[in-house]
């Protein structure tokens, strides 16, 4: 299967600080990229979808200009929190894939956010 | 819109038994993907098994497969041969055309020795 790699897998910042976490498609190109946060013990929730070339697009509910997303690249999306607070901590995963239904998603290792 | 729905918080079954995890579904969508990943404790998320909503035959790879049954939205996972590699958590998970990826709440899974 494709393989898409984070960086860095885990991260321990202070508030008020800004950290960027990289997701990288290693043998395949993704049109689109997924960024999705996890809070312990419960399901994945999309924050954005990103395109390459273009803006992203981010679900309801998550601010856009703290949780800043680039995607530059076929291969690469990046994803940045701004001015990170403790409720910020949390596990990032990003996945990359198509717009195509019956395509699966290839996620990444996730990376773990600790906001002191 | 859609749902993901998955009943069982948690599960256990015996090593070498087999298991089925529940899920069941809600969309308009005429066309529309299945998927079942699962999520180690390391966290990384591990596409399992796929079914298109037009698949005329249930879904299998490995000891993993997937009982669909369209009119009563249900895509349950069936594990055989459990080994304890297989304790994790896993996501029930739902795309239609064009659209983002819905997961379920997830169940967690124990494997007994």
């Known amino acids: 299967g494709a393989v898409v790699s984070q960086h860095p897998s885990w991260v321990i910042c202070k508030s008020g600080t800004s950290v960027k976490i990289e997701c990288r498609s290693l043998d395949f190109q993704a049109t689109t990229m997924f960024w999705y946060r996890q809070f312990p013990k419960q399901s994945l929730m999309l924050m954005a979808t990103s395109n390459e070339g273009s803006k992203a697009t981010y679900e309801q509910g998550v601010e856009k200009d703290k949780f800043l997303i680039n995607h530059a690249s076929l291969t690469l999306s990046t994803l940045t929190v701004t001015s990170a607070h403790p409720e910020d901590s949390s596990f990032y995963i990003c996945?990359?894939?198509?717009?195509?239904?019956?395509?699966?998603?290839?996620f990444g290792p996730g990376t773990r956010l600790t906001v002191l | 819109a859609q749902k993901i729905t998955q009943t069982q918080p948690g599960m256990f079954v015996q090593e070498k038994e087999a298991v089925t995890l529940d899920c069941t579904y809600d969309t308009s969508d005429p066309s529309y993907g299945l998927f079942w990943y699962k999520q180690p404790s390391s966290g990384e998320m591990i596409f399992l098994i796929y079914?298109?909503?037009?698949?005329?035959q249930n879904a299998t790879e490995g000891r993993y497969s997937l009982n669909f049954q369209k009119a009563r939205k249900s895509a349950n996972l069936v594990i055989s041969a459990s080994q304890l590699g297989d304790s994790a958590m896993y996501f029930c998970?739902?795309?239609?055309?064009?659209?983002?990826?819905?997961f379920g709440p997830g169940t967690r899974l124990s494997v007994l020795p």
């Open positions: 079914q298109g909503s037009y698949d005329q």
């Open positions: 998970a739902m795309r239609g055309n064009g659209q983002n990826f819905v």
């Open positions: 996945s990359a894939g198509t717009f195509i239904s019956t395509d699966t998603q290839y």
